[in-house]
């Protein structure tokens, strides 16, 4: 959810085209910066450019599709070539044409890495692009304080904004990611508002937002309604607080509409965790009635100021688990959120759903038992699922370690390694799982597909402790 490393070295394959490959070579993802765009003229009802900005100096360019906001009687309203557009979105790098398939219309990247052949994607599956400009976090290398590094950031910002505010799948910038995490003081919001000034001045024909943490949202609201008039729109990230959303929005003052730019299950820090600090992560199934529900209270529910929202993560990746914010597999397999936001997107759901995952337990306890068990012994495994069309299922397991509590951002979204020889037998919905010989945190996965293209998840975390020497040494010694 902070950090997007691992997702950039994917979308070649993703891709798979020579534009890619030459972008790949000389963009790296270390750099983290933002690009170019297009601007918003205001929340109002006049022509793109009529509140004195640029767009009364400059015509709109034949390739450019033009977005804005318009004031309604009951609120606000994205326009995108004077036609209404609310965003169906998902945030990622990877899977574009899963996206259309599902009814999606928009996805969101952090950052200009690998931005030419991601917005060329886009456009050919008539997907546009929220595209960020990403801005430093404060820290002992970089100061909203500084006036000279505000200087450079500014005109690395400007140099991307002028390379890509033209291209038609161009939908809105968006300045930052939860900067304000690590950042106190107006600075911060003051230095937003020139970069929305000088985004303005040079592409009159798209919006600017900003995306903030939902920690402290009246807050920085409030900030960001009084410091930074020049941002259009403010964008949110939320989890497990979706609900009330919209009161808090409402609360911080803030008079424009907004975006939900990260939304899903029970993020990893706020979920129910077991004593030794393990979060329990909600099942494929438990995730998907999570997100529809949670869709249909507040981004359907709030459209007349809500513009849309995006997924998170429209693709594969690492982030305390492989699966927690997962909607598809490494190899492709979509889960049943995917087929929840198909049915909330085109009012039906695909042809082929995914497997319905509820409970998997281990030694005849699930996670909200806190299950500890012995080292080198050998326990059972059980998953309740089910598949809608019937379909023959096949069940994948693996051990791999716990992640350690209080990891840095970095250390979370650094996948770790399987741990060889736990899986011991599987026979249908059912396997033999031997802990490991080493004491400590481990969680234990499951994944159910179905041969058709999707797949359901679990996993349960377990604290593995010594086993009685007698015990240990006959699991040593004894053959599988």
Known sequence: MKNYPQELSNAATTLGTAAWQAAAAVVKWVLLAGWGGALLTGCDQTPAGADGRAASRV?????VVAVRVQKTAHGFQ????GKPYFIRGGGGLQRFAQLQEAGGNSARLWSVDYATPLLDEAQHRGVTIMLGLWLEPESSYFSYYDPGMVQAQLQRLRQQVLRYRYHPALLMWNVGNEVELTTSGPRLFKSVNAIARMIHELDPYHPVTISLGDGDLIFQGAQLQQLAPEVDIMSVNSYGRLLDLPQRVQKSGWKRPYIVTEYGGKGFWETDSTFWKAPEEQTSAGKAEFISSRYRQVIQADSNRCLGSYLFYWGSKFEYTPTWFSLFEPSGEKTESVDEMHLLWRKHYPANRSPHLTELRLAGQAAANEVTLRAGQRYPAVVR??????????????????????????????????VPGCV??????????????RPGAYRVYVRVFDGHGSVATANIPVLVRPAPKAAAYSAATSSD
Do not use: N
């Open 385 to 418: 699922v089910t598949d809608p069309e019937g379909d023959s299922l096949t069940a994948r397991w693996e051990v791999l370690p716990e992640m350690r509590p209080g990891a840095e951002i970095k250390e979370v979204a650094t996948p770790l390694e399987p």
């Open 59 to 63: 015509g709109l360019p034949k390739e």
């Open 424 to 437: 011991v037998k599987v026979a249908g919905r059912q396997a033999i799982i031997r802990m490991p010989s």
């Open 78 to 81: 994205l326009l995108r070539g």
